[in-house]
């Protein structure tokens, strides 16, 4: 199984800032690690708002998808961990965007706090699979 497990990364998203991988292809699929709402030209966090949050680790996650040869239509599955639950209607708005049916499944917790003081932190996984229709 070792060699069907590969880190994949871009300079299109924010490097990871531990001892972990931004994602990691086994076989099809494609785990993204967390991403936070960090602007990878900046280092910085695009907004303190947790709408534009979203919309950032969002926009990584898809530059991640797109360096292992995917996109956001590929994602079957998303975490999304935020500091406030009570902004989840606007955070749903912003997340709907970016997705189209059949949606990712999907898992949303509060948190106490994130990384770096982010108010929204989204993992996912993506296939990889070629289409077989």
Known sequence: ???????VATDEAPG???????????GDLLFVSGQLPIDPASGKFNSDDPVAQMRQCLANIGAIAQAAGAD??????????????SRLAEINDAYGQCFAAP???????????????????????????????
Do not use: C, H, N, W
Not at 1 to 7: L, N, R, T, V
Not at 16 to 26: H, L, N, T, V
């Open 103 to 133: 949606y990712p499944v999907r898992s949303t917790f509060e948190v106490s706090a994130l990384p770096r003081g982010a108010k929204v932190e989204v993992e996912a996984v993506i296939s990889l699979a070629p289409d077989r229709l």
């Open 72 to 85: 956001l239509s590929r994602v079957v599955k998303t975490s999304i961990m935020l500091t406030d639950l």
């Open 16 to 26: 990871a800032i531990g001892p972990y991988s931004q994602a990691i292809r086994a």
């Open 1 to 7: 199984m070792a060699s069907q497990i590969k880190a």
